[in-house]
Nanobody, 124 residues
Framework: QVQLVESGGGLVQAGGSLRLSCAASRRTFSTYAMGWFRQAPGKEREFVAAITWNAGATYYADSMKGRFTISRDNAKNTVYLQMNSLKPEDTALYYC?????????????????WGQGTQVTVSS
C-alpha cells in the first residue's frame, strides 16, 4: 500500500504560479511512475502530467505543455508539479497517483494509488 499526500494548492491570480507536492509513504516510491491528474466541478478527471520511475521521461497533456513541469526526488519520496502562467480554466482539484504497471501514463485506470487531492483556484 502506498499513501500519497498532496500539498501546495491555493488561490492564485491568473498568470501566477504554484508548486504542488505529493509525498509518498513508502521507500519503494522510486519503483513507481507518478502522475498528476485534475478534476474540475462537473467534469471528468483528466490527465495533467506523468513521470517515469527514474525521471527518464515526462509526459504532458497538450494544454499543459510549456506551462507545467513535473519532477521527482526519489530521496525524498516526493513528486512535484510546477505550474506557471496559470489560467482560470486550471482551477480544479489536483490529484497525484502512482503506478507500476506498463501502459498509458495518461489513462487513470492504469494507476494503483491515489491521493486525496489539493485544490487549486485561479482567479481572473
Amino acid at each position: 500500500q502506498v499513501q500519497l499526500v498532496e500539498s501546495g494548492g491555493g488561490l492564485v491570480q491568473a498568470g501566477g504560479s504554484l508548486r504542488l507536492s505529493c509525498a509518498a509513504s513508502r521507500r519503494t516510491f522510486s519503483t513507481y511512475a507518478m502522475g498528476w491528474f485534475r478534476q474540475a466541478p462537473g467534469k471528468e478527471r483528466e490527465f495533467v502530467a506523468a513521470i517515469t520511475w527514474n525521471a527518464g521521461a515526462t509526459y504532458y497533456a497538450d494544454s499543459m505543455k510549456g506551462r507545467f513541469t513535473i519532477s521527482r526526488d526519489n530521496a525524498k519520496n516526493t513528486v512535484y508539479l510546477q505550474m506557471n502562467s496559470l489560467k482560470p480554466e486550471d482551477t480544479a482539484l489536483y490529484y497525484c497517483a502512482a503506478k507500476r504497471r506498463a501502459g498509458s501514463y495518461a489513462f487513470l485506470g492504469e494507476y494503483d494509488y491515489w491521493g486525496q487531492g489539493t485544490q487549486v483556484t485561479v482567479s481572473s
